[in-house]
């Protein structure tokens, strides 16, 4: 597999503040490859680095064979940056937008095309300050996708947005990997990296506490079965006794979660035996499997971060 970046013991500090602490790891050609971690993880300051818009304090950063930083001009013209809203004047229509940036680039693709492709021609003499945030989102892929690039960048798309426009954009980037470029994209959605992600790294106080598919991160959580329900009153304790042995109980906001490593026996079957027997009266029950967030949460935990 053809590395498209390539990082190796990435540090970034500010002041006494470790953002990035030594992280190294390779995206491929035409994968999508995520980042996630709390607020505060080194996410953006990672993309940051590997765009050129800061200045690693060490390591090494190869992104399509060249330095960020040394040759800033050549990385612009081969790979697509997602643009924060603060970079378009609410009076600027979308082709302006679109017309503006491609100046900008020596070879661009067909602007005119392009917005097509993206859903955007009804809206195209539309200023920007009267989009909606998915229309917003699809013309910031739209001006990424203009120097028709290998590699694109995307920081916390879809955040802020409605479910409805949030699978809208799914689809496009989707879409844009059959194009054959490649994504590197971070998010602190789950679902969203979980999606689209073909592999997945997951940062934790500027270092990566795992990185593997997200279907081989949830399989070595472990568990295999999970049981969810609420109860009136309190479980009684011989029903969490005969449990034990099989089980995992954790309670969370006002839910009781059973989870089980075991394939053999049906956790379910088993629970509502039990519930039934010592008369417990329940509600809600239903059954899960195991998916990113729970990798998540064990690995960076569950207290609230600013």
């Known amino acids: 597999m053809n590395p498209i970046v390539v990082v190796e013991g990435l540090r970034k500090s500010y002041g006494k503040t470790i953002a990035v602490d030594g992280i190294s790891f390779e995206v491929y050609e035409g994968e999508i490859f995520g980042v996630v ?8 300051t990672t993309i940051e680095c590997l765009e050129g818009l800061r200045k690693p304090d060490g390591g090494t950063i190869r992104v399509l064979g060249v330095d960020p930083q040394q040759d800033g001009k050549f990385l612009k013209v081969n790979s697509g940056m997602q643009l924060q809203s603060s970079n378009i004047p609410d009076r600027m229509k979308v082709w302006e937008a679109l017309d503006l940036y491609s100046s900008f680039y020596p070879t661009p693709v067909d602007w005119e095309k392009l917005i097509k492709r993206l859903g955007l021609g009804e809206k195209r003499n539309t200023p920007y300050a009267k989009l ?11 001006l990424a996708l203009l120097p028709n690039p290998q590699l694109l960048f995307l920081d916390e798309l879809t955040t802020g947005l409605d479910p409805q426009a949030r699978h809208a954009i799914w689809n496009l980037v989707r879409d844009v990997q059959t194009q054959g470029k490649t994504i590197l ?10 999606r689209l992600c073909d592999r997945v790294a997951i940062l934790d106080h500027g270092k990566i506490v795992a ?23 309190e479980l009684p304790s011989a029903f969490e006794t005969a449990l ?7 309670r969370d906001e006002g839910r009781i979660i059973l989870s089980s490593r075991n394939r053999e026996t049906p956790l379910v079957s088993e629970v509502v035996n039990l519930l039934v027997k010592h008369k417990v009266r329940f509600y809600d029950l239903r059954t899960e499997q195991p998916n990113l967030e729970d990798v998540f949460l064990n690995l960076t935990g569950r207290q609230m971060r600013d």
Request: glycine share 12%; aromatic share 6%.
């Open 37 to 44: 971690g709390p607020n505060g993880a080194g996410k953006t």
């Open 132 to 142: 909606s945030g998915g229309q917003k989102q699809r013309l910031f892929i739209a």
């Open 185 to 194: 994209l971070t998010t602190h959605y789950m679902e969203e990296a979980e």
């Open 244 to 250: 034990r042995d099989v089980c995992q109980i954790r």
């Open 211 to 233: 990185m593997d598919t997200p279907q081989e991160l949830t399989r070595d959580l472990g568990e295999e079965q999970r049981v969810i329900f609420s109860v009136e009153g």
